[in-house]
Nanobody, 124 residues
């Protein structure tokens, strides 16, 4: 019933920008917390950004000032605008929904629903 579908990943050069989208169905993003996580080979899934039910955001320190999480409530979609991309940003990016809470969390264990992921590769 609940579905999260990420899109917008791709191959870019260092310093470029990319905008990821996560279209949600089966839940209302304005009533719960949403987040972006990322995972690269050999590493655990890592918190990137979260937005709570009223639109307050928090970020991983290494992306602060470069990434911006936002939402379009009418489209029930959240976004991750990624600027000044670095090779270390390379990962599969996952959209997550907490489902039953209005507050954001940096822990992957607090999220109930996950998208399939979209690959972001930053390389010259």
């Amino acid at each position: 019933q609940v579905q999260l579908v990420e899109s917008g990943g791709g191959l870019v050069q260092p310093g470029d920008s990319l905008r990821l989208s996560c279209a949600a169905s089966g839940l209302a993003i304005s009533r719960i917390a949403m987040a972006w996580f990322r995972q690269s080979p050999g590493r655990e899934r890592e918190f990137v950004a979260t937005i709570n039910w009223i639109g307050t955001t928090n970020y991983l320190h290494s992306v602060e000032g470069r990434f911006t999480m936002s939402r379009d409530v009418a489209k029930n979609t959240v976004f991750l605008q990624m600027n000044s991309l670095r090779p270390e940003d390379t990962a599969v990016y996952f959209c997550a929904a907490r489902g039953a809470s209005i507050s954001g969390s940096m822990s992957k264990n607090d999220y109930n629903y996950w998208g399939q992921g979209t690959q972001v590769t930053v390389s010259s």
